[in-house]
């Protein structure tokens, strides 16, 4: 018995040394960097005497070593006398007592570490609730950001290659060539009298290859297809990386993700950016979701960058039928949404809302009717149809089918409530659904960017001529391409351009990541050029043909000049993640 009370006295002095240890040093650390204490403060033991002198210079260490004592000296006597009250109790514990403690500690030691009665558990993202970053930053935990750091502690910009490429960024987007500054400020002559409302509805798995305005044989998508028609669509708009939780991050920040591990929205050191969607000044901004913005951490992307915004989420809602693991399907999400933008409306307030639908995402929750929605039987649809429109099962068809129709009952809705006329509709899919290989984009599903690719609509009858673009876009061009259809003043500090702009880029180019093996790939025209970043192996496909041949032998400039620009985009947006930070 006296070697297990040693061990647990040993146990309880270094663990509560240890977490005043971490608190003690994040506080300094805090004080002396204004940033938390991270995987990256390793680096001072790579030059351990200076660190030492200059900690024992600056703080009061002697002092805090006599206190750190006193408080293992003070564990040592409340362990004896806990062991000692325990060894001395005469009365015996029944059975069924003992197994009430045991299963009551265990009990509540998973609640404190699930800590959360909603359906996601309690994640960091949580404490960024403040607009003001101390707050936020005094909410987290030391000891549990310290080990969510490590994942990314080598994920950090390399300087000299930024600066090496940083003067084709710059002619590419115009920037300074001999100061490093991605600045650009957008100031308009004159601005609507009234400010115009922004809907932006981000379609979740939905690219191209699904879509039958694109050609496949199904007949998806015909309120979508009806809406291309009277709206401004881009044939060529690609996000940076396949997933959901990347494409919000894009989105928002402007940034695209090309983390590899993990995503960006998951990195705690670039969370604070300076973005376009926190300046639309004299706006209402919402974001909407069916179930909660803990997922990946995407509360601290919205509530870290945007000032005033305010999230619907699982709980906020008047109808809460949960529909599956990503909370109310989009009919009711669309229906509450439609809900707070209509009082907003008769409050004469403008408002950008950001509403992120799940139905089109496995497991295809859809109702057996819905209104006018009925999804299709197995036996409605010929194997060898469905096998050549690429759709692995019918339940994945029908999901499609019920974003379809839900999107074009919200603007039903938008109608009757009263703001169509002055709302700029933006739909854009998060990245296309997993499907088979089939006859139609097979030199997208061959080179990986199938997922990519997806469909971009801006629908504002009063403000925009309908119209097909070309040219190639990506998703960190959302946000300056509809402030400037806003006519709202930004100043711009990302990547993306206005891509409705006749002063835009001359050759405007969709920069992709892949995840798994880092590759990296830029469309331009019809080329696409890939560098894998595990093998540094390359290559320049035509992707208008069918055949998979390398050409970068075929077209050395053509392959330099986008070499340089790929890696001009790749190490300009590590550069942003760290140098682009309100506090800066």
């Known amino acids: ?302 509530k870290s960058n945007i000032n005033g915004l305010k999230i619907f989420e699982e709980g906020s809602y008047q109808t809460e039928k949960r529909a599956d693991v990503w909370g109310i399907d989009d009919y009711d999400l669309f229906k509450e949404s439609n809900n707070e933008l209509e009082k907003l409306t008769k409050k004469n307030k403008p408002f950008i809302a950001y509403i992120q639908t799940a139905s089109n995402h496995m497991p295809f929750t859809v109702p057996n009717k819905k209104d006018s929605y009925k999804p299709l039987e197995k036996n409605e649809i010929k194997k060898e149809v469905l096998k050549e429109s690429g759709f692995k099962s019918v339940a994945q068809l029908n999901a499609l089918r019920y974003l379809d129709f839900n999107i074009n009952k919200f603007l039903e809705r938008t109608k009757e409530s009263g703001y169509y006329d002055n709302t700029i509709f933006v739909f854009f899919g998060d990245h296309n659904t997993s499907m088979q290989r089939t006859e139609q984009f097979t030199k997208e599903s061959d080179l990986n960017i199938q997922l990519q690719h997806v469909p971009f609509i801006i629908h504002a009858p009063n403000f925009v001529t309908p119209e097909t673009i070309s040219k190639n876009g990506n998703l960190i061009d959302l946000f300056p391409t509809i402030a400037s259809l806003a006519k709202v003043n930004y100043t711009n500090f990302t990547l993306g351009n206005d891509l409705l702009s006749s002063s835009s880029l001359k050759d405007p180019v969709s920069f992709v990541y892949l995840k798994g093996n880092g590759a990296i790939g830029l469309i331009k025209n019809n080329f696409y050029y890939t560098i894998n970043k595990s093998t540094d192996k390359n290559g320049l496909f035509n992707l208008l043909t069918k055949d998979l041949k390398d050409l970068k032998e075929d077209y050395p400039y053509v392959t330099k000049e986008m070499d340089e620009l790929l890696k001009a985009y790749y190490h300009s947006t590590k550069y942003l993640y760290y140098n682009n930070k309100k506090t800066m």
Not at 141 to 147: E, G, K, Q, R
Not at 160 to 189: G, T
Request: hydrophobic share 40%; glycine share 4%; charged share 20%.
């Open 1 to 302: 018995m006296k070697i297990f009370k040693k061990i647990t006295t040993i146990y309880s002095i270094l663990l509560f040394l240890i977490l005043t240890i971490f608190y003690l040093f994040d506080f300094g650390y805090y004080d002396y960097l204004n940033t938390r204490l991270d995987s990256s403060s390793l680096r001072f033991f790579s030059n351990l005497k200076i660190s030492t002198q200059v900690l024992i210079e600056s703080y009061p260490i002697y002092k805090g070593l006599l206190g750190l004592v006193i408080l293992c000296f003070l564990i040592y006597i409340l362990s004896k006398y806990i062991y000692s009250s325990f060894t001395n109790q005469k009365d015996s514990i029944s059975k069924k007592l003992k197994t009430i403690y045991f299963l009551s500690t265990i009990l509540i030691l998973s609640y404190g570490i699930y800590n959360s009665i909603s359906h996601y558990p309690l994640r960091w993202s949580e404490a960024f609730f403040s607009k003001k970053n101390a707050v936020n930053q005094f909410a987290l935990n030391p000891v549990l950001y310290f080990f969510d750091t490590f994942s990314y502690r080598s994920e950090g910009v390399n300087m000299d290659e930024f600066k090496k490429y940083y003067p084709v960024i710059a002619k590419h987007l115009n920037l300074p060539k001999d100061s490093i500054s991605f600045e650009r400020k957008i100031v308009f002559d004159s601005t609507f009298t009234k400010k115009p409302n922004i809907i932006i509805v981000m379609m979740e798995s939905v690219g191209v290859k699904p879509m039958s305005y694109y050609g496949n044989p199904i007949n998806t998508t015909p309120k979508l297809d009806s809406l291309i028609d009277k709206s401004i669509s881009f044939t060529n708009f690609y996000v940076h990386k396949s997933g959901t939780a990347p494409s919000v991050f894009a989105s928002v920040t402007g940034l695209p993700d090309i983390e590899r591990v993990k995503t960006a929205s998951r990195n705690p050191f670039i969370q604070d950016q300076r973005i376009i969607f926190d300046q639309f000044k004299g706006y209402e901004k919402l974001y909407f979701l069916g179930g909660s913005a803990n997922w990946a951490n995407i509360r601290s992307v919205f």
